[in-house]
């Protein structure tokens, strides 16, 4: 079992910046990839960035240039830095751990970005 939790949510103005984090706990050992997702009401769950354990990173077009994931293996945790943030991406966004055979998810933080 892995726990998730997310912090750094908020309310931001367009162009501002959040960074959000995620502490994995539990069987951190056997997490192969980590990554944030996000869910605008009405739409799909969809992937924001990943960072694998060799640190190999994916992002979403949507976000590509203005994010960046990252990870602190010493502290269990991954950051999700967001700049130049658009209307566009208020959602929950939920903190993802992939292991062999399963995924845990985090309980989700509120990003708002007001116009």
């Known amino acids: 079992q892995v726990r998730l939790v997310e912090s750094g949510g908020g309310l931001v103005q367009a162009g501002g910046s959040l960074r959000l984090s995620c502490v994995a706990s539990g069987s951190i050992f056997f997490i192969n990839s980590m990554g944030w997702y996000r869910q605008a009401p009405g739409k799909q769950r969809e992937l924001v960035a990943s960072i694998t354990r060799g640190d190999i990173t994916t992002y979403a077009d949507s976000v590509k240039g203005r994010s960046t994931i990252s990870r602190d293996s010493a502290k269990s945790t991954v950051y999700l830095q967001m700049d130049s943030l658009k209307p566009e991406d208020t959602a929950v966004y939920y903190c993802?751990?992939?292991?062999?055979?399963?995924?845990?998810w985090g309980q989700g933080t509120q990003v708002t970005v007001s116009s």
């Open positions: 993802n751990a992939e292991v062999v055979d399963d995924q845990y």
